[in-house]
């Protein structure tokens, strides 16, 4: 049986470990460790005041949420997300999203809409005045808004692990000054569907908000492949 000691150090580890995971998840998030790099281990632990062991366990559970990848005889890197995964990614993304408006559109209380309309109306000020950084932020918590408060914990739970997977994606951000105004009307596609507890609609809309991202992944990548012919083109010339 284990002692009560055992179980005081078996505790503290855990939540050392927790506690880095999440430290370090976000750096990887907000850029601070680049895509593809390999991650050294011993300079994180001397960077939070740790052993390695701990790091060790944190990297492990970032690996099985799909942010790093451990590479026999190599080490272990920030994941790099390809495009072909991205659209998969999405694909799901935009299934559990449209199940999450359905269900704050049908359950959700009053309170819930009514905090849905305060978040719409603080984003619609950031597009109005063109204040891209500001949009960003208020558009990443609407979304994540809307999975918390539609009750399903499972759902929240998967959807949140893609969104970070996704964050990974080279063009994660393919929002730009241009799209607020598109971005804003398909939000408020979904705040009218969600206070009208219009439950199908909800779904629609929310489904077709993040298929819209999709299809700018691939019109990005369109675009990418086009001016990269022209420049071969033009070398050739």
Avoid: W
Avoid at 61 to 70: D, I, K, P, Q, T
Avoid at 187 to 203: F, M, N
């Amino acid at each position: 049986m284990m002692t009560a000691a055992a179980k005081l150090v078996l505790l503290q580890k855990h939540s050392l470990t927790s506690v880095l995971e999440r430290e370090i998840e976000a750096m990887i998030l907000r850029g601070a460790m680049p895509v593809g790099e390999r991650i050294n281990e011993l300079q994180l632990a001397e960077t939070f005041g740790t052993s390695r062991s701990p790091v060790r366990e944190a990297l492990r559970a970032l690996e099985a949420a799909g942010l790093v990848e451990a590479v026999p005889n190599r080490g272990i890197f920030i994941r790099r997300v390809d495009k072909a995964f991205a659209l998969e990614v999405y694909g799901v993304r935009a299934a559990l999203f449209g199940y999450a408006g359905q269900l704050l559109a049908t359950d959700g209380s009053a309170d819930d809409h009514a905090e849905l309309l305060s978040r719409h109306a603080a984003m619609g000020e950031a597009a109005a005045a063109h204040r891209f950084e500001a949009y960003l932020p208020l558009n990443f918590d609407f979304h994540d808004f809307i999975v918390a408060a539609s009750g399903n914990t499972v759902l929240a739970a998967q959807y949140r692990a893609l969104v970070k997977q996704l964050r990974l994606f080279r063009a994660r951000n393919l929002m730009s000054g241009d799209t607020l105004a598109v971005s804003h009307r398909e939000h408020q596609t979904i705040v009218d569907a969600v206070v009208a507890r219009d439950g199908p609609g909800a779904y629609r809309a929310c489904f077709d908000h993040v298929e819209m991202g999709r299809q700018r992944v691939i019109a990005q990548s369109t675009d990418e492949s086009s001016a990269a012919a022209s420049v071969e083109e033009t070398k050739s010339a």
